[in-house]
């Protein structure tokens, strides 16, 4: 079954950074196309950022230049690195893995920007 696991998540002051992590196991990682979501209270689940299997990747345009992915196919892992955070950036962010019908997702983990 597969599994993916995020972490890194927490409380930061705006302007502050985080590196969230995704780990996957029991899944050919290195084929899937990994997105990252976030869902904030009272709003639907976006799509913030993505990376396909070969690494090309794609944002939002609120996170642009402030945020980055990137993958480490040899540690099954997916990474957001997220810089000058902001209020509006609070919520739960999701890991998925999707490789034609498969689709995986975590159970999140929270980050809190404090303004």
């Known amino acids: 079954q597969a599994r993916l696991v995020e972490s890194g998540g927490g409380f930061v002051q705006a302007g502050g950074s985080l590196r969230l992590s995704c780990a996957a196991s029991?899944?050919?990682?290195?084929?899937?196309?990994i997105g990252w979501y976030r869902q904030a209270p009272g709003r639907q689940r976006e799509l913030v950022a993505s990376?396909?299997?070969?690494?090309?990747?794609s944002y939002t345009d609120s996170v642009k230049g402030r945020f980055t992915i990137s993958r480490d196919n040899a540690k099954n892992t997916v990474f957001l690195q997220m810089d000058s955070l902001k209020s509006e950036d609070t919520a739960i962010y999701y890991c998925?893995?999707?490789?034609?019908?498969?689709?995986?997702w975590g159970p999140g983990t929270q980050v809190t920007v404090s303004s």
């Open positions: 998925n893995a999707r490789w034609y019908a498969q689709d995986y």
């Open positions: 990376i396909t299997h070969d690494s090309r990747t």
């Open positions: 029991y899944i050919t990682f290195s084929v899937y196309a």
